[in-house]
Structures are given as structure tokens and as C-alpha cells.
């Protein structure tokens, strides 16, 4: 759980990264797509390779949650916060689940979106013209925060990596990587939708 947290949560800056050439405008960002693809073979290896991080990730998670039920069959009558239980890690199977629903309606929208006509940026940018779907994107990248800002330091929890002195700066750059991650994809839409010059056009 915490390698493959951990290298998701590289995907998620390298992801953001290519989406900010939006902002350069559609022949930088479909050259980006198109570069992507010119790897040939190599790109779609590791689509599956992504695909399957996501997947070990997935069951880890289903795993984990059952041994844990399982170590207490009897739940709780009352939770009471000891100082290391927080909204996010009490909640991380039911964002996990909700992150889960929003990668395969990503996927669906953008990755395997019919270009008969038309660009990824044109797809992309007309999405981000609707302020319900910046609405639902801005909620979902908080949803990721919240799975993240619990996960990060949680992972160097389960690597042993744990200390006195240094966990509660872990803890702070956990939440500081979370939130910049959400705000960084919490950008673009409000940028395409309210400022970019597709929105004016």
C-alpha cells in the first residue's frame, strides 16, 4: 500500500504537469498528446503498467480493510479522536472508492473521447466551459486531497520510516503536498472556464 500510494502520488504531479501546457495553448498541448503517443509500443506499456499500479493499489486497499474488520468483528459503539485519527483516515476506503468512480469517468471523457474533428485540447477545453463539470472537478481533486493527505504520511508510517522528530513535519508536508495537488488540478478548469481566451471565444 504505501510503495504503490507513494508512486501514484508521483503520477499525480507528472499528470498535472502536462496538463498545465493548457495553458500554452492547443498546438503545445496536442503536441504533448501526440508526443506521448510516439513512443509507440512503450506508451501503452505503461498505460498498463499504470493501469495495473492502480489495480494492486485497489486490492491492497480491499485487503487491508477486511484484515482490519476482520481484527475487530465487533465495530466501535463510539469513535473518539486520539490525535492520530482525522477526517481523512477515517474516511479513506469511501474516498478511495469515490476516486475510483471519478478515474473511470476521466478515462471515459478524456482518454477514450472521439476525436472524429476535432482535438484532446478542443474535448478538454469544452468540458471546462461547463461550471457544473468545474464544479464536480474542483470536488473530486478535494476528494483526492483528502485520500492523500492521510496516505502520504501513512506510507512512510508503513515503511518504517516513522520518528518522533520528524513525523509531524511529514505530517505537514503530507498536507501541503495534498492540498497544492488539489489546488494545482483545481486551477485549470476555473482557469478555461472564467479566464482563458477559449472561454471569451
Sequence with gaps: MAVTGLLL??????????????????????????DLKS???????????????????????????????????????????????????????????????????HLWTFRFADLSGTTLYDVVMTHFQNIGYVAYYVFFSCVVAVHVAHGFQSAFKSLGLEHAKYTPWIRVVGLLFAWGVALSYSFLPIWACFLSDFSKS
Design 39 to 105: 513512443f509507440g509500443v512503450l506508451f501503452y506499456v505503461a498505460e498498463v503498467g499504470l493501469l495495473e499500479l492502480f489495480g494492486l493499489h485497489i486490492v491492497l486497499a480491499i485487503v487491508v480493510t477486511r484484515e482490519n474488520r476482520r481484527a475487530r468483528p465487533v465495530p466501535y459503539v463510539v469513535y473518539r479522536s486520539r490525535g492520530t485519527r482525522t477526517f481523512s483516515s477515517n474516511k479513506m476506503f469511501l474516498s478511495g472508492v469515490l476516486i475510483l468512480v471519478f478515474l473511470l469517468i
Design 9 to 34: 502520488c508521483g503520477f499525480l504531479v507528472a499528470h498535472v504537469s502536462g496538463n498545465y501546457l493548457l495553458l500554452s495553448g492547443r498546438d503545445a498541448f496536442n503536441a504533448y498528446a501526440e
